[in-house]
């Protein structure tokens, strides 16, 4: 069965990281660019940044560039965001979904590969 899992999320001071993970089981991960999308309390999901299959392009959305960093480890079947200064507006339940390529209009439409969203990890930055 298709599956991603997130995990490392957490509670952190604005400024602080906290890296995440996207861990893939039932398919090959270098076959599919990921996706990262967050859902903040009380709006709407929105698209954060993509990897390519190879993980030779990126994109991030304006509000996360220069803060966050998505990469890649194909032989761990493992995609990761790192995100540094971090600020309360980052605030959110964080998701990871597989995507037929990683452009701008794909992440910021929300069109991944699959219909549904797993369980996510929270991250929730607050002094």
């Known amino acids: 069965q298709v599956q991603l899992v997130e995990s490392g999320g957490g509670l952190v001071q604005p400024g602080g990281s906290l890296r995440l993970s996207c861990a893939a089981a039932?398919?090959?991960?270098?076959?599919?660019?990921i996706g990262w999308f967050r859902q903040a309390p009380g709006k709407e999901r929105e698209g954060v940044s993509c990897?390519?299959?190879?993980?030779?392009?990126?994109y991030s959305v304006r509000s996360v560039k220069g803060r966050f960093t998505i990469s890649r480890d194909n032989a761990k079947n493992t995609v990761y965001l790192q995100m540094n200064s971090l600020k309360p507006e980052d605030t959110a339940v964080y998701y990871c979904?597989?995507?037929?390529?990683?452009?701008?209009?794909?992440?910021?439409?929300?069109?991944?590969?699959?219909?549904?969203w797993g369980q996510g990890t929270q991250v929730t930055v607050s002094s």
């Open positions: 979904a597989r995507m037929r390529m990683c452009t701008a209009a794909l992440v910021t439409t929300l069109t991944s590969i699959d219909d549904y």
């Open positions: 039932g398919f090959t991960l270098d076959n599919y660019a």
């Open positions: 990897i390519s299959s190879t993980g030779g392009s990126t």
